[in-house]
């Protein structure tokens, strides 16, 4: 930042100038210098480098291995779409849908893998290197377990497969964390937002919501295959799952505008509402009571995100509107007539009503007690 022409600068800076001895010259270098800090371009260091080469190595092969174990175990017997139908739970999402998000989910992360491979922009790679980093094909290397785990069906490889899903989740949010503090989507950077962001979203999302607590009530065994009562075992962990969920997601939705989550939280949802083996009515029906907090749920999260979208673009107005309080018109002193041949009291005096009482019905009426000397 430079300084300004010495005759435009007030006393005291003068004085201490003058008393330390620094020219003007070299206070404006030094504030040149700074600003050329400041603008300097983004670099990588040795090591960042060597993680982004690596980086562009692993995660391929970490979605590779992940859509290989997810095409085994379709086609094997018994397959993925038989264990989840034939172990529902209050978190079982129809195949179909969870088929879907799976699809779209491994299509964002072959797109992030074609981005670290072939962005030359420096802020871009920082992003990916300290964004995601390794961390994202670990976490395909555990959905790739979990699901080899899941088709196996013990009691062990269940527990294996919540202990998988909660790494998975931790590792996620450390990503979401560091995305959202150092590298928060701009318009500058769309691929960033599209294909680094919107991957971790999805993944974080749909363990968060769905998988883990599906898995850890199969792990406990509350699934409709050991009996209606196991099933209802489960029904209040369920509730309070979905409370605070709600929750979360309303307060998320609400503070950041996020479309991204909106969507697929709202689709997770759907999907498990849309359970054939658990429908909304009809005899196999989910509890009631589960069924109205989660449509209350994607309602109030609908309106968290419609209604800050509304105010802040100005479609929305709320206005406060004040009662405009006047005085009333002075009403006349009223005449009091007073009957031939009776005395008045000299105790009751009628004061006329002044005019900063002018809006009062109730007329006042002062009282003189004679044994307190009139007052």
């Keep these: 930042m430079s300084v300004a022409n010495p005759s435009a600068r007030s006393e ?5 100038q003058e008393a330390l001895h620094i020219p003007p010259q070299d206070i404006d270098t030094e504030g040149r210098r700074h600003e050329d800090d400041s603008n300097e371009p983004l670099t990588l260091t040795q090591g960042q480098r060597k993680s982004l080469v690596f980086l562009q190595m692993n995660t391929p092969v970490s979605l590779l291995c992940c859509i290989a174990t997810a095409l085994f175990v379709t086609l094997i017997v018994p397959s993925i779409h038989y264990v989840f139908r034939n172990q529902p739970t209050y978190f079982t999402m129809a195949p ?19 981005l670290a491979l072939i962005t030359p922009n420096p802020h871009t790679q920082l992003c990916i290197v300290e964004g995601t980093g390794s961390r994202l094909a670990i976490e395909n290397y555990l959905i790739a377990m979990w699901l080899f785990l899941r088709v196996m069906d013990t009691s062990a490889s269940l527990r294996m497969g919540v202990l998988a899903l ?4 931790i590792m996620s949010i450390i990503n979401a964390v560091v995305l959202r503090t150092k590298y928060q989507p701009r318009w500058v950077h769309p691929f960033e937002f599209v294909l680094v962001h919107i991957p971790n979203k999805l993944i974080t999302v749909l363990v968060s919501q769905v998988l883990f607590w599906d898995t850890l009530m199969l792990a406990w065994g509350w699934d409709r295959s050991n009996g209606r009562e196991a099933l209802a075992h489960g029904l209040w962990i369920a509730i309070f799952v979905q409370v605070v969920m709600g929750i979360v997601l309303a307060v998320w939705v609400a503070q950041t505008s996020d479309v991204t989550v909106y969507v697929a939280s709202m689709f997770l949802d759907a999907a498990v509402l849309k359970f054939h083996k658990m429908p909304v009515i009809g005899p196999n029906s989910r509890p009631f009571v589960l069924t109205a907090i989660m449509c209350v749920s994607m309602t109030v999260r609908t309106v968290c995100l419609v209604v800050p979208g509304l105010l802040k673009h100005g479609c929305l107005i709320i206005c406060h509107t004040h009662r405009q309080h006047r ?7 009223a005449v009091i007539e007073e009957p031939a041949g009776q005395e008045s009291d000299p105790a009751v005096v009628y004061v006329p009503t002044p005019a900063a009482d002018a809006n009062e019905n109730t007329r006042l009426v002062q009282q003189a007690d004679p044994s307190y000397g009139g007052l």
């Design 327 to 333: 005085p009333q018109e002075a009403q006349p002193d």
């Design 12 to 16: 005291a800076e003068v004085l201490n």
């Design 166 to 169: 909660a790494v998975i989740l």
């Design 96 to 114: 179909r849908m969870e088929l879907a998000y799976f699809a779209v989910m491994m299509v964002f992360q072959i797109g992030f893998c074609l």
